[in-house]
């Protein structure tokens, strides 16, 4: 494993062949299978669980009690709350292997995940969507889209800072945190960056 300046908890497991980024910290009780790769700046809670092969981009936060296994991808700045679950196979049976059938789940950037949700396997949850707590998710989820109930139904839109957004008739809102403005076509959200925010750049 390659001494990248991470910390993990003494009470933590880490086996060889996975790779951690810089600045990451792993807490009580955890398991860092092999062949998973960990991103930098990541915070990884107690009782977490990375199986091999599962991919976080930097800047991940993993809350407690969350198992992520063979066939997640997370990309960077993913949050995944409380007691979250995923699932990699559809069909599970106890005597059947199915290791061979392992789905592949994708959250994207920006991503967050309630507690006590649950992702069924074979899904791609967008940019900067928003589940919410308990909520089951059984079909892919839009970019900013924002999802409650069981089964997930599309209930609004939320903004990269977590707010819900409201849209006027000619389909733009801005977010009430930032300056960022987003507009509303064919179904689908995209941000659009602000004259003030470019001059800022500047």
């Given at each position: 494993?390659?001494?990248?300046?991470?910390?993990?908890?003494?009470?933590?497991?880490?086996?060889?062949?996975?790779?951690?980024?810089?600045?990451?910290?792993?807490?009580?009780?955890?398991?860092?299978?092999?062949?998973?790769?960990?991103?930098?700046?990541?915070?990884?809670?107690?009782?977490v669980v990375v199986s091999p092969n599962v991919v976080l981009?930097?800047?991940?936060?993993?809350?407690?009690?969350?198992?992520?296994?063979?066939?997640?991808?997370?990309?960077?700045?993913?949050?995944?709350?409380?007691?979250?679950?995923?699932?990699?196979?559809?069909?599970?049976?106890?005597?059947?292997?199915?290791?061979?059938?392992?789905?592949?789940?994708?959250?994207?950037?920006?991503?967050?995940?309630?507690?006590?949700?649950?992702?069924?396997?074979?899904?791609?949850?967008?940019?900067?969507?928003?589940?919410?707590?308990?909520a089951v998710v059984t079909k892919s989820v839009l970019a900013?889209?924002?999802?409650?109930?069981?089964?997930a139904k599309q209930t609004g839109w939320m903004s990269e800072?977590?707010?819900?957004?409201?849209?006027?008739?000619?389909?733009?809102?801005?977010?009430?945190?930032?300056?960022?403005?987003?507009?509303?076509?064919?179904?689908?959200?995209?941000?659009?960056?602000?004259?003030?925010?470019?001059?800022?750049?500047?």
């Amino acid at each position: 494993m390659p001494q990248n300046e991470y910390y993990a908890h003494p009470s933590s497991i880490i086996d060889e062949g996975c790779i951690i980024g810089n600045g990451t910290k792993i807490w009580h009780f955890s398991h860092i299978m092999k062949a998973c790769v960990i991103g930098e700046n990541c915070n990884l809670g107690q009782n977490v669980v990375v199986s091999p092969n599962v991919v976080l981009g930097n800047n991940v936060r993993v809350q407690n009690n969350v198992s992520i296994y063979e066939g997640v991808v997370c990309e960077e700045d993913v949050f995944l709350g409380p007691s979250m679950v995923f699932t990699n196979v559809i069909n599970p049976r106890s005597a059947i292997s199915r290791k061979s059938e392992y789905k592949q789940t994708l959250v994207k950037k920006g991503a967050s995940i309630g507690a006590n949700a649950t992702i069924v396997c074979g899904n791609t949850i967008g940019e900067y969507a928003f589940i919410g707590a308990g909520a089951v998710v059984t079909k892919s989820v839009l970019a900013y889209a924002l999802v409650v109930g069981n089964p997930a139904k599309q209930t609004g839109w939320m903004s990269e800072y977590g707010h819900k957004l409201i849209f006027d008739k000619m389909g733009f809102a801005t977010c009430i945190e930032s300056v960022d403005k987003y507009q509303l076509e064919n179904g689908a959200v995209k941000k659009i960056i602000s004259m003030s925010k470019k001059k800022s750049q500047l």
